[in-house]
């Protein structure tokens, strides 16, 4: 049987990877949503803003069909050091964060998780398929295709109006 990272993946929705509390997460059943997929960390400077932006964005455009899916990576300064309980914990208490929370992950390098490397090679542009800090953001169709990245600088209520467009609502 083929592992994960030798399958063809034609769309994010050809995945299946861990929550944070070990349960195996079908991305089929995401389809037909809009998806704002990010890794985070509980202990960066840019903790609190994306956070607090990503729990208001969810709220605002959950019923709408947003989802937004946080993947816990340790890989920048080690700024997520915590178990997946932590994890969870922190942005649920602290952020009050209602959004899918799945397993730490790794997004560069040889151990990269699959859904990052596909992720990462369906972006294109000038950033190459390197990750450059915590809170990158991919935005993903309904259809299941990445439609933008956002860098780590780049707040979520920067690109909210993207975020509207894919969704289309006003």
């Known amino acids: 049987m083929a592992s994960e990272s ?3 993946h034609g769309s994010i929705h050809d995945f299946t990877v861990k929550d944070a509390k070990g349960n195996d997460v079908d991305f089929s059943t995401y389809k037909g949503k809009v998806l704002l997929i ?3 960390a509980s202990k960066c400077g840019l903790t609190t803003t994306n956070y607090t ?7 605002r ?5 947003l989802e937004i899916l946080a993947f816990p990576c340790n890989q920048f300064s080690e700024e997520e050091p915590g178990t997946n309980e932590e994890i969870l914990e922190f942005a649920c208490t602290r952020f009050q964060a209602g959004f899918p929370i799945f397993d730490k992950i790794e997004v560069n390098g040889e151990n990269a998780a699959p859904i990052y490397k596909f992720l990462k090679s369906s972006k294109g542009g000038i950033f190459g398929d390197t990750i ?7 935005l993903v ?3 299941g295709h990445v439609v933008n990245f956002f ?10 109006e993207d975020i509207k467009k894919v969704l289309e609502v006003s």
């Open 151 to 160: 860098g780590p600088w780049a707040t979520p209520f920067s690109f909210e």
């Open 132 to 138: 450059e800090w915590n809170f990158a953001k991919f």
């Open 53 to 59: 932006e990503l729990t208001k964005l969810y709220e």
């Open 141 to 143: 169709d309904k259809d």
């Open 6 to 8: 030798d399958k063809d």
């Open 38 to 40: 990010v890794n985070v």
């Open 61 to 65: 455009y959950k019923d709408q069909g």
